[in-house]
């Protein structure tokens, strides 16, 4: 027989569960509203990426990265 302490925690874990996923899609619409957002920050982590020098292919990599993101941008 369960015991309402025996059902607290699933409760309370359902409860959690529902938070999480309400602010994780309010940052998912923020992103979708405003996709500058996600293109100053992969330009921030470029910058890092030159700053740290990191392999040169990776730089080319995340350039190509880059235009194809102005690109979809762009549309």
């Known amino acids: 027989m369960a015991t309402a302490s025996a059902t607290t925690p699933c409760a309370t874990t359902r409860r ?16 979708l509203e405003d996709p500058r957002r996600v293109a100053d ?3 921030r982590r470029l ?4 700053d ?4 040169p292919d ?3 990599r995340l350039e190509r990265q880059m235009a194809t993101l102005r690109r979809g941008i762009g549309r």
Do not use: H, N, P, S
């Open 58 to 60: 990776e730089i080319v």
């Open 47 to 50: 910058r890092q990426a030159r």
């Open 16 to 31: 959690c569960a529902a938070i999480l996923k309400e602010a994780l899609w309010d940052q998912v619409k923020g992103l």
């Open 41 to 43: 920050e992969y330009r």
């Open 52 to 55: 740290e020098t990191r392999e």
